[in-house]
C-alpha cells in the first residue's frame, strides 16, 4: 500500500473514532420559567411591600384552623427577612357542597368578619319558674351566677354551662351555643313534646339524615322519635346531614319531672343581629413587628369586604377539597386585640392559597 | 648458448605438450636445417669483426622470443584444426550485431549531434515540475536551450564515445586476433611438411578471409572479423575453428598476442610470412609448455592420439562444404555519405502553458478572545489544502485559487450560565440551571484566494471567504429535574449554543519560498461578524474574529 493510500485511511479512521466516541452532550432543557404562584402586595400605613412566595424568603403556609369553634381555612404569606405576615382566614360556608359544586371560598365580594358583643335569653317555655333555678356560669369567673341574658362578646360557638338548683345543686350542663352562625339553609332542630313519660321528637327540617343523641347517645337516625325518660335534664343534640354530605347540628337541654315532659330549653338573641350567620367571612390579619393586627377588633370592618377572583380547589382522591386558591384585593384597617394599634391595608392584591386540612 | 638451448627446448617442449603433438626428432633436425643458413653465419662474423654494436639488452630473452614465434609457426603448421560448420552459423547469427556495431562505429565517428526541438519540450515540462518555470522570459528560453544543448551534447558524446571506445578495444583486438589467424595460417603453412593433414583446406580458408579483410586499410574494423572471428573461436568451448575439438594444447590467445608484439600489426605482414625465429632447430624447443605439470604429461600422452586424428582430419576437404560470407566489400578509397537525410526538422519555439498547483498549508498563532472588551490573546491553529492557477500574459504575475481548511480557536471562560425558577401551587419553588464554558471551537473554511507575486520567491495573498461552525468543546454542568443532583460534563461536544455559525472573513498574507516545495507564510484574517450569540451568551461585545498566524505550505502538485 503507498504511503498517501496509508496516510489517507489513517486520517479517516482518526476522524471517525473522533466524531463516534467524544461525548455529544445537549445542553439540558430547563422547564419553563413562570411567575410566582401566590403574592400579595399593597400598602401597609402607606408603605409598599410586594411578596412573591418563593423569592426573597417570601414562604407560604395554609391548612385549617377555627375561630371560635367554627371551622375556618387560612393561608399565609410569611416574610421572614421582615417577620411579617400576612394571613386570610376563610370561615367555613354553611354548605361546602351544592349542586354547583364545591364551594369552598365563595366568589366575589366576602365580608370580613368583625366581631361584635352580643346577648341571648334563655326559654324553658311554658315554666317560666325555672328562670328562678338556672344558674350560668361565667367564663372569666368560672363562677355560677343567676343571669337573665347571657353575653357573647363574639362571634361563635361558645360552650354554656347551666346548674339547675331544682334539680341538683352540682351538677352542671354544658351545650354549644352558636352565636352569630345562624344556620340559614341546613337548619337543624326539633321540637319536642311528652306523652306522660314518653319524650316525642320531630326534626323541624324532615330533609336529609338525622342523628338524634340524648346525653352523646345516639338514640334514633329517624326524622323523630320517642322515647320513655325517667325524671332528669337530658342534653339532646340533632344533627342533620344532607344529599351533598353538608351537616348541621342542634343541641338544648330536656327535663323530665315527675314523670312528664317539663320544658325543651331554647335560647333568643336579645338585639337580633343584622346578620346572624357569618359563615364563609373572612378574617385579615397582619402580624408586623411581632404584633398580630386583625379585622376582627375593627368594628368599621363590619361593612368591609375582600373580593375573590380565580377560585380553584384541588380535591383529594375522595373528591374533598384539599385547598383553594384564590386572587384577592381588598382594603381595611386591622386592629390589635386591646386596639391601640392599627395598620391600614390599601389596595392589597394578590393570590393565596387557602388549606382545608 | 647451452643454456640458450635448454630453455629452448624447454619451452618447445611446453608448446609440443599444450599442442598434444609429441615431439619427433624429425622436427629437431628440420628446425636445424633452417637454422643452417651460412649466409646468415657469414653476415654475422662480418658483423661482429667489422663493427662493435652494443648487444640489446634482453638479448637472451630476445632471442628466446625469437626461437618462440619459430616455434610457434611450426607448431601452428603441424596443427590442424578442422573447421565445424557450427562455427559459421554462429558468426551468421551473430553478423547483424558485429555490422551493427561497425555501422555505429561509423555514425560516431561522422554524425554530430545537434539540438533537436523534442528535447526542449521534455526539459520544459521537466522544468515546470520542478516549480522553476515561472515566469517566461526570452532569456530563460536561450539560457535553457544552452543548458539542453550542452548537457545533451555532453550526454551524446559521453554515451557513444563510450561505446566507440568498445568498439575500438574490440577492433584492436580483432587486429590482433587477425594477425593471430595470420601467424596461425603461416604457421599452418610452414608446418605442412610435417603432418599428412590437409591444412591447406583451412588455410585457404583463412586466406579468403584476409583477401576480404586486405581491401579495408582500417586495421581495427578489417581484423575485428577476424578477430571476432579468431575470439569467438577461442571462447567456444567445443574448441576452436583451428584446432580439433579434443585437443586440449593449443596456441594460446596470449602467446598470440606476445607474437603480435613483435611488430606483427596486420594480416600482411603474416601472410609476409616473416620469420624472425632463428637458431630453433626443433619445433621442441621453442614449445613453452611446462613439461612438469601433469596436464601435460596428460595431454602427452593424447598427443600421439590427436596427431593421428590431426592427419586423419587434414585428409578431410572441406572446401565443398565452405561458402562464402556475404560479405560486401567496401573499397578503401569510398566516401561515406553521413549526412542526415530524413525529413527536415522545423524548430518552433515551445509554447508556454498556465499552471496549476496543489498545495497543503498549517498554520499557527494568536486571536481575540471573546467576550471581552479589550484584546486578550487566544489560541489559533489551522491547516488544509489551496489550489492556485498562474496563467500567462498580462495576469502572469497573479495566481487565483481557493483554499480549503479548518480553523481552531481556543477560548476560554467565555460561556454564559442561566437559572430558572419554577414556582408551584403548594407555595414552593423548584430552581433550575445550567451553567456552559466555551472552550474550543472549529470551523471549516473556504476562501477564495487571490495571490500577487512580487519576485520569483515572495508573493502576497488576498483572501475572502466563509467560516462554518462544525465542532464546538464545552464543559458544562446542570441541574434540570427536582429529584436529581448537579451533573458535570467535562470536554462536551454536543453544545453549540452561543457561537455563531456563519461568519465571512477578509484575509491578508505574506508568502517566500524557501524550497522547492515549501515556503513560510504569515498571515491575518478579520470576521465581519459577531461571534458570539448575544441571546443566548448576552454578551454586549461585538466578537469579531481577529488573528495573526504563521505557517508552512507545502507544494504537492504543479501540473502545466
Known amino acids: ?357 | 648458448m647451452k643454456m640458450g638451448d635448454q630453455n629452448m627446448d624447454d619451452l618447445f617442449r611446453k608448446a609440443a605438450d599444450s599442442q598434444h603433438a609429441n615431439y619427433r626428432t624429425d622436427f629437431w633436425k628440420d628446425m636445424e636445417s633452417q637454422l643452417a643458413d651460412d649466409a646468415l653465419d657469414t653476415a654475422f662474423r662480418n658483423a661482429a669483426s667489422g663493427n662493435s654494436f652494443a648487444l640489446p639488452e634482453n638479448l637472451s630473452e630476445s632471442l628466446n622470443d625469437a626461437f618462440m614465434d619459430d616455434a610457434f609457426k611450426t607448431a601452428s603448421d603441424n596443427t590442424h584444426i578442422p573447421y565445424f560448420s557450427a562455427y559459421w552459423t554462429e558468426f551468421a547469427a551473430n553478423r547483424s550485431i558485429i555490422e551493427e556495431n561497425i555501422s555505429f562505429v561509423e555514425a560516431a565517428n561522422a554524425l554530430q549531434a545537434d539540438y533537436h526541438p523534442t528535447y526542449w519540450e521534455a526539459a520544459d515540462v521537466a522544468l515546470q515540475n520542478e516549480g522553476l518555470h515561472y515566469e517566461y522570459r526570452t532569456e530563460y528560453w536561450s539560457e535553457a536551450r544552452r543548458m539542453l544543448d550542452r548537457a545533451d551534447r555532453s550526454k551524446f558524446f559521453i554515451k557513444w564515445s563510450a561505446v566507440a571506445v568498445i568498439l575500438l578495444l574490440l577492433s584492436f583486438g580483432g587486429i590482433f586476433m587477425n594477425n593471430k589467424s595470420g601467424r596461425m595460417d603461416t604457421v599452418l603453412q610452414d608446418n605442412s611438411a610435417h603432418t599428412n593433414t590437409q591444412g591447406s583446406s583451412v588455410l585457404a580458408l583463412a586466406e579468403s578471409l584476409h583477401e576480404n579483410n586486405n581491401s579495408i586499410n582500417h586495421a581495427g574494423i578489417s581484423n575485428h572479423e577476424t578477430v571476432d572471428f579468431t575470439t569467438e573461436s577461442t571462447d567456444n568451448k567445443s574448441g576452436t575453428e583451428l584446432r580439433p575439438s579434443d585437443n586440449h594444447s593449443n596456441i594460446s590467445y596470449a602467446h598470440t598476442t606476445d607474437l603480435n608484439s613483435q611488430g606483427l600489426s596486420s594480416p600482411n605482414d603474416v601472410n609476409n610470412g616473416s620469420n624472425e625465429v632463428s637458431d630453433i632447430t626443433s619445433p621442441r624447443d621453442v614449445n613453452f609448455v611446462d613439461s612438469d605439470s601433469p596436464e601435460l604429461i596428460e595431454e602427452q600422452d593424447n598427443y600421439s592420439t590427436l596427431a593421428s586424428q590431426v592427419e586423419t582430419l587434414a585428409s578431410i576437404d572441406n572446401r565443398d562444404n565452405l561458402k562464402k560470407l556475404p560479405l560486401t566489400a567496401i573499397p578503401s578509397n569510398s566516401n561515406i555519405d553521413l549526412s542526415y537525410s530524413g525529413p527536415e526538422i522545423e524548430v518552433h519555439r515551445a509554447v508556454s502553458r498556465p499552471t496549476s498547483q496543489f498545495y497543503l498549508f498549517a498554520n499557527s498563532g494568536f486571536g481575540n478572545k471573546y467576550g471581552q472588551p479589550n484584546f486578550i490573546p487566544t489560541w489559533r491553529t489551522g491547516g488544509g489544502i489551496e489550489y492556485t492557477h498562474t496563467s500567462f500574459g498580462r495576469l502572469r504575475n497573479f495566481e487565483f485559487g481557493g483554499t480549503l481548511g479548518i480553523n481552531h480557536i481556543r477560548q476560554n471562560d467565555f460561556g454564559t450560565e442561566r437559572r430558572v425558577s419554577v414556582y408551584n401551587t403548594k407555595g414552593g419553588v423548584d430552581k433550575f440551571w445550567y451553567k456552559l464554558q466555551l472552550k474550543d471551537m472549529i470551523y471549516t473554511n473556504v476562501s477564495a484566494v487571490v495571490g500577487y507575486r512580487i519576485d520569483h520567491l515572495q508573493k502576497i495573498r488576498f483572501s475572502v471567504g466563509a467560516d462554518y461552525l462544525v465542532f464546538v468543546q464545552s464543559n458544562m454542568s446542570y441541574q434540570n429535574q427536582p429529584d436529581m443532583g448537579i451533573t458535570t460534563v467535562n470536554n462536551n461536544w454536543g453544545v453549540k449554543e452561543g457561537v455563531s455559525k456563519l461568519d465571512l472573513r477578509l484575509g491578508l498574507g505574506y508568502e517566500i519560498q524557501v524550497g522547492k516545495r515549501w515556503s513560510f507564510q504569515a498571515n491575518g484574517s478579520f470576521g465581519l461578524f459577531d461571534r458570539s450569540d448575544d441571546d443566548f451568551i448576552i454578551d454586549k461585545n461585538f466578537d469579531h474574529e481577529m488573528n495573526a498566524t504563521v505557517g508552512v505550505k507545502y507544494t504537492l502538485l504543479r501540473k502545466p
Open chain 1, 1 to 357: 500500500m503507498k504511503l498517501h493510500s496509508i496516510t489517507y485511511f489513517t486520517l479517516t479512521v482518526f476522524a471517525s473514532v473522533f466524531i463516534t466516541s467524544c461525548k455529544k452532550e445537549k445542553l439540558p432543557d430547563l422547564p419553563p420559567e413562570n411567575d410566582p404562584y401566590y403574592s400579595v402586595r399593597g400598602l401597609v400605613n402607606g408603605d409598599s411591600i410586594s411578596w412573591n412566595v418563593g423569592e426573597n424568603s417570601v414562604t407560604l403556609s395554609y391548612g385549617a384552623d377555627n375561630f371560635n369553634k367554627i371551622e375556618s381555612y387560612y393561608g399565609q404569606i410569611n416574610n421572614t427577612t421582615d417577620d411579617q405576615t400576612i394571613r386570610i382566614e376563610v370561615l367555613r360556608p354553611e354548605i361546602f357542597a351544592s349542586t354547583s359544586g364545591i364551594s369552598s371560598v365563595e366568589q366575589g365580594q366576602i365580608p370580613l368578619l368583625t366581631n361584635k358583643s352580643g346577648a341571648i335569653k334563655l326559654n324553658f317555655g311554658i315554666s317560666y319558674g325555672q328562670f328562678n333555678y338556672v344558674l350560668v356560669k361565667d367564663d372569666e369567673s368560672n363562677n355560677f351566677a343567676q343571669m337573665n341574658e347571657i353575653d357573647f362578646k363574639e362571634y361563635g360557638v361558645h360552650d354554656l354551662t347551666l346548674k339547675f338548683t331544682d334539680y341538683s345543686p352540682s351538677e352542671s350542663f354544658t351545650l354549644p351555643v352558636k352565636f352569630g352562625f345562624e344556620n340559614q339553609v341546613l337548619k337543624a332542630g326539633f321540637t319536642s313534646n311528652g306523652s306522660g313519660d314518653t319524650l316525642n321528637v320531630l326534626a323541624e327540617n324532615t330533609d336529609g339524615s338525622h342523628q338524634w343523641y340524648l346525653n352523646n347517645v345516639l338514640v334514633s337516625e329517624e326524622s323523630g322519635f320517642s322515647k320513655h325518660l325517667e325524671d332528669g335534664i337530658y342534653k339532646l343534640k340533632h344533627v342533620l346531614t344532607d344529599a351533598f354530605g353538608n351537616s348541621a347540628d342542634y343541641t338544648t337541654l330536656i327535663r323530665f319531672k315527675e314523670g312528664h315532659f317539663y320544658w325543651q330549653m331554647k335560647y333568643y338573641y336579645i338585639d337580633q343581629p343584622a346578620c346572624t350567620s357569618h359563615y364563609g367571612n373572612i378574617i385579615v390579619s397582619m402580624k408586623k413587628d411581632g404584633v398580630w393586627y386583625s379585622t376582627l377588633h375593627a368594628a368599621q370592618n363590619e361593612n368591609s369586604f375582600l373580593t375573590t377572583s380565580n377560585i380553584v380547589t384541588e380535591l383529594n382522591n375522595n373528591l374533598k377539597p384539599v385547598s383553594t386558591r384564590f386572587n384577592f384585593d381588598f382594603g381595611t384597617v386591622l386592629y390589635t386585640a386591646d386596639q391601640t394599634d392599627s395598620l391600614v391595608l390599601s389596595s392589597f392584591t394578590g393570590k393565596i392559597n387557602v388549606g382545608f386540612n
